[in-house]
């Protein structure tokens, strides 16, 4: 059974960091390009990073410079580090898997984490 499950999520002050993890079980998340989306309440779900199989990474505009995505293949992991968060970063945070740089959304998705950014 294919399912993917992120972690890390949670309350953090305006300026704060936060680091998100995505595990697999069922395949290895290093044969396939990773998306890290999210959905904020009334909000379309948007897509904040990307990284392909072979590393290549794109990130929204909104994130850029501020956020950071990479894989730990000893981990088995595809992490999300956030830095600098603001209050309008404030959603919940899929992991996804399977998509292209041109389509970024596969068709693996983890449930969610919620990251709240408030003081």
């Known amino acids: 059974q294919v399912q993917l499950v992120e972690s890390g999520g949670g309350l953090v002050q305006p300026g704060g960091s936060l680091r998100l993890s995505c595990t697999a079980s069922?395949?290895?998340?290093?044969?396939?390009?990773i998306g890290w989306f999210r959905q904020a309440p009334g909000k379309e779900r948007e897509l904040v990073a990307f990284?392909?199989?072979?590393?290549?990474?794109l990130f929204a505009d909104s994130v850029r410079d501020r956020f950071t995505i990479f894989r730990d293949n000893a981990q088995k992991t595809v992490s999300l580090r956030m830095n600098s968060l603001k209050p309008e970063d404030t959603a919940i945070y899929y992991c996804?898997?399977?998509?292209?740089?041109?389509?970024?959304?596969?068709?693996?998705w983890g449930q969610g984490t919620q990251v709240t950014v408030s003081s």
């Open positions: 069922g395949f290895t998340l290093d044969s396939y390009a």
């Open positions: 996804n898997a399977g998509g292209t740089l041109r389509t970024p959304a596969g068709q693996y």
């Open positions: 990284i392909s199989v072979g590393g290549f990474t």
